[in-house]
């Protein structure tokens, strides 16, 4: 089989869980996935690493990126940009490393475009009012900002169908299994073994 990771673009909603989701899945199986690391050219924050939570550069280095293609996919939030190096992903796939790029669903639609082969997961809680609840639960948050939360929600909705897979995420331990399946199923795709394939037919004919 081609060894080669694939590049996975997990997105949703705001409240849905999705990065408490990505923190146990590459806890369980950390061996087997990368979580994508952006450049930024904001300033680390205190606790902050170089190279562990962002690349922190220049916006000077990060328009050269941009301009040299060598970003996956960037934006620019509050006079500061965001992106994902290609250079970084591409070497975490040719390791073997399964890629998990977080981000919203016009990035993933722009990395999809880019690179067909991406695998796309919408995750979601099993319920409009079971994504309230999380949202209020969380108790950081005016009721102002969590109507605007669950606005953006019923937006984002209107993409959820572009997606490869959507993933319910109501018992965490499940929704662990049940992502690391769906990639794992991934990897066996035909598609996506025309190699093996390829030797398999090759050496049948020989026998």
Do not use: W
């Not at 369980?28 to 190279?51: C, M, Q, W």
């Not at 562990?52 to 990060?62: G, K, W």
């Not at 965001?82 to 591409?90: H, L, N, Q, W």
């Amino acid at each position: 089989m081609d060894t080669r990771g694939i590049l996975i673009v997990v997105s949703g909603f705001s409240g849905a869980g999705k990065g408490t989701l990505m923190k146990a899945l590459l806890a369980k199986y950390e061996e087997r996935y990368a979580l994508s690391i952006s450049a930024t050219t904001r300033k680390p924050r205190p606790g902050e690493e170089d190279g562990r939570e962002y690349f922190f550069i220049s916006t000077e280095e990060f328009e050269d990126k941009i301009a040299n293609d060598e970003l996956i996919e960037y934006a620019r939030y509050v006079e500061h940009y965001y992106g994902t190096p290609r250079d970084y992903v591409e070497r975490q796939l040719a390791a073997g490393k399964d890629v998990i790029l977080e981000i919203e669903i016009q990035g993933a639609l722009k990395v999809k475009e880019k690179f067909p082969d991406t695998l796309l997961l919408f995750v979601t809680p099993p319920s409009a009012a079971e994504l309230e609840r999380r949202l209020v639960g969380r108790g950081t948050e005016t009721r102002d900002v969590i109507e605007s939360r669950l606005q953006r929600a019923a937006e984002e909705a209107e993409g959820m169908s572009r997606y490869d897979y959507l993933v319910v995420n109501d018992n965490l331990d499940a929704c662990v299994e049940q992502v690391h399946a769906i990639i794992c199923g991934e990897h066996r795709r035909c598609a996506r073994c025309a190699a093996f394939i390829s030797d398999i037919k090759r050496e049948l004919e020989e026998l």
